[in-house]
């Protein structure tokens, strides 16, 4: 499969503990973006990178929040100190761009997600 | 701020009626227009796209959509719905021309079609 994978797929944690979420782009791919998803939502934009570097995070991501791409493949999201508001659905996306008619475009591959339960 | 609204939140369908979902966005700029549809237990998937040229899209599956943009809309449609078109859809709007490129969602419509 050369789809976008997510790791784990489900996580449940207790109020106070450290999680972290793994996302595996398409391996052509070198833009990655992580979204959240609440229940009755579409998808709300926290943070991507361009290979390795971290070029625009959501006022969403609190500092609780960190998000890493370290060789500009893989990328992991961490939350400390988890709320039970942090349950969702954490979403993964990459992509690649061209050009369109003079416009710079993306199209964007997501990845089945991590469902996080905080209780 | 940007936003993209869809109007209609839950929208039943006999098979074979014809579909049309609503969406709109706030903004007067340059857009790239996306659909995006999630069948139940799985992943997003792209439906179809627009970045420049003819405002009428095709995608997969026989659904299309057109961009007016005088209307700021990017309505989506198919002319008959299947059962398996059972599915929650979501319009989705990259603003402006910057590298960026993130997306902004819409609440989404869940279709629900019946036999």
């Known amino acids: 499969d050369t789809g976008v994978s997510q790791d784990p797929r489900h996580k449940i944690t207790k109020r106070g503990q450290n999680v972290t979420f793994r996302c595996d782009p398409i391996s052509e791919h070198n833009r990655l973006y992580w979204y959240r998803q609440t229940l009755g939502q579409g998808p709300e934009f926290l943070t991507y990178f361009q290979n390795e570097a971290q070029l625009e995070k959501s006022r969403l991501l609190s500092d609780r929040f960190s998000a890493e791409r370290p060789k500009g493949s893989f990328s992991t999201l961490e939350i400390q100190r988890t709320e039970q508001g942090d349950s969702a659905m954490y979403l993964c996306a990459s992509s690649s761009f061209g050009l369109a008619g003079g416009n710079l475009y993306n199209e964007q591959f997501f990845g089945p997600g991590t469902r996080l339960t905080v209780l | 701020a940007q936003s993209v609204s869809q109007h209609n939140h839950h929208v039943i369908l006999s098979e074979a009626a014809s579909l049309e979902l609503g969406c709109n966005y706030s903004?007067?700029?340059?857009?790239?227009l996306f659909w995006y549809v999630q069948y139940p237990g799985q992943h997003l998937q792209l439906l179809l796209k627009y970045f420049s040229g003819d405002p009428l899209v095709k995608g997969i599956k026989g659904f299309e959509a057109e961009f007016i943009k005088s209307k700021f809309s990017f309505n989506l449609r198919k002319p008959s719905v299947q059962w398996s078109d059972t599915a929650e859809y979501f319009c989705a709007v990259s603003f402006g021309t910057g590298t960026a490129s993130k997306l902004t969602f819409g609440t989404g419509t869940r279709l629900q079609v019946t036999l």
């Open positions: 903004y007067g700029g340059t857009v790239n």
